[in-house]
């Protein structure tokens, strides 16, 4: 599974591990990434999306049809 949110557009970030003796290991930290399927009214369908957390609250927050509309707006096929 991709960890790249379909709302927010997060990805992994990278960086190292320190250890107590301050070898450094590389290393990455994954976004809370879920597979959700949303029901779109307008179009009578449902819809899967890769979303994370904050990308949950979002569509929470404003509605699936409104970011839906933002998500064609900026290119993205659903």
């Not at 990308?55 to 409104?66: L, N, V």
Request: some cysteine.
């Amino acid at each position: 599974m991709s960890f790249v949110c379909d709302v927010t557009g997060k990805q992994p970030g990278f960086g190292n591990n320190v250890s107590h003796s301050h070898r450094r290991t590389r290393r990455r930290w994954n976004p809370n990434v879920q597979r959700r399927r949303y029901f779109l009214p307008s179009e009578n369908r449902h819809l899967r999306l890769n979303v994370s957390t904050t990308g949950i609250k979002i569509i929470d927050r404003d509605g699936i049809e409104a970011v839906v509309a933002r998500l064609r707006a900026r290119g993205v096929k659903l």
